[in-house]
């Protein structure tokens, strides 16, 4: 059975660094496409980052150099790394895996098919 965890959110000021990790169960990290995504109050789900079979990254425009993406095969763990933090980076984040997806690292939402329940992220003074 695949299962996705995320962990790691929390309450954090502007400037302020989070990391989430997400746990993988059921299908090997190494040989699949996974991202990160988001969603605030009222918006659609955006994707924020992605990393590939062999860690080609892409990233959305609005978290470049700041966020960085990346895995642990031998742990089966993703990872986000969130620097300089601003208030706008407020969502709900989930991790995803893109299982039937053969191409490069993608940020559209329709390749992945397995979610996690997601882990808030709220960025305040």
């Known amino acids: 059975e695949v299962q996705l965890a995320e962990s790691g959110g929390g309450l954090v000021q502007p400037g302020g660094s989070l990391r989430l990790s997400c746990v993988a169960s059921?299908?090997?990290?190494?040989?699949?496409?996974m991202g990160w995504f988001r969603q605030a109050p009222g918006k659609e789900r955006e994707g924020v980052a992605t990393?590939?079979?062999?860690?080609?990254?892409r990233y959305a425009d609005s978290v470049k150099g700041r966020f960085t993406i990346s895995k642990d095969n031998g742990k089966t763990t993703l990872y986000l790394q969130m620097d300089s933090l601003k208030p706008d980076d407020t969502a709900t984040y989930y991790c995803?895996?893109?299982?039937?997806?053969?191409?490069?690292?993608?940020?559209?939402?329709?390749?992945?098919?397995?979610w996690g329940p997601g882990t808030q992220v709220t960025v305040s003074s």
């Open positions: 995803a895996a893109a299982l039937d997806y053969d191409g490069p690292p993608t940020l559209a939402r329709g390749e992945y098919n397995y």
């Open positions: 059921g299908f090997p990290l190494s040989d699949n496409v």
């Open positions: 990393i590939g079979r062999v860690y080609g990254t």
